[in-house]
């Protein structure tokens, strides 16, 4: 059984762990190409597979390597940690060139305290204002990524009913009251049910730009028709044009044309993503 690596791998691996022993397999370092970065990892169990190092044959003796680990838990103590080496090279079918370090690790539940603090790793903040069918589409595509969303709304009961678990639901009414108790770093995407709103939540997030230059992304949904509008009015509010050139309109990676909300949203994933450190 192999478990997706994105969308829940982590909850399923923690499920998992509470009632079986696994293995957990981390990239522990990468030299030249190599098909994940440091700190990626998978959890081998017995029956199944959560999370990937990079797929093809690497991983599949890393699965084998673990599973032989696991074995020796049911004869003997566990065995101790140790990291191996593997040449991307001919002799794996695998033409990267590059070489992985691969930690392999037995673990049971009662590492998982421990664990969870580790795997998560640093998670860039998002404040996603506005529960329309985009917002809703983007709290989808986002959750699996590194990042941590605040989802804020004005409206009551817009949420969804099972938001994912690194999705914090915040009702703000008025809504840009919300902006200066953000977390510092935020990557900020406004959509609300208004154009109104919109207009007061880049006012406050250009006001906190103003005042502490913490905020790298300030993205707003719309057409540059409304950001033209948008850019007038902000002037006679007395925001220079320089502090307007922070906001992006329209938002998502370029060449993409269309406007369904899962293709939006697929769009400004992609953008958040470049911003984020390599």
């Keep these: 059984m192999l478990f997706p690596s994105a969308g829940g791998a982590t909850a399923a691996f923690f499920d998992r762990l509470a009632r079986q022993r696994a293995v957990l397999v981390q990239v522990a370092a990468t030299q030249g190409s190599a098909p994940r970065e440091a700190g990626c990892w998978m959890a081998v169990f017995a029956d199944a597979v959560v999370g990937t190092v990079g797929g093809g044959h ?5 699965i084998a390597t673990a599973r032989a680990m696991l074995q020796a838990l049911q004869v003997a103590q566990a065995p101790a940690a140790r990291t191996e080496r593997f040449a991307l090279g001919p002799a794996l079918g695998q033409c990267c060139g590059g070489v992985m370090h691969l930690r392999f690790e037995p673990v049971g539940a009662p590492d998982a305290p421990a664990l969870a603090a580790r795997l998560q790793g640093a998670l860039a903040p998002v404040a996603l204002f506005g529960g329309g069918h985009v917002g809703h589409a983007l709290v989808r595509v986002l959750a699996p990524l590194p990042f941590q969303i605040t989802w804020i709304d004005s409206r009551d009961e817009v949420f969804a009913p099972d938001v994912p678990a690194r999705v914090a639901c915040e009702h703000s009414d008025p809504v840009q009251s919300a902006v200066p108790a953000l977390a510092p770093q935020s990557r900020v995407l406004i959509m609300s049910f208004s154009h109104a709103e919109d207009l007061e939540v880049v006012a406050a997030c250009l006001k906190r730009q103003r005042e502490k230059a913490d905020l790298p992304y300030i993205g707003l949904i719309g057409s540059r028709t409304k950001w033209a509008t948008f850019q007038h009015r902000l002037q006679a509010r007395g925001f220079a044009p320089a502090e307007l050139a922070r906001v992006t309109c329209p938002i998502g990676v370029p060449g ?23």
């Design 58 to 62: 690497v991983e599949h003796r890393a």
């Design 256 to 278: 993409i044309a269309g406007k369904q909300p899962e293709v939006i949203a697929v769009a400004v994933a992609a953008q958040l993503l470049q911003g984020l450190p390599g």
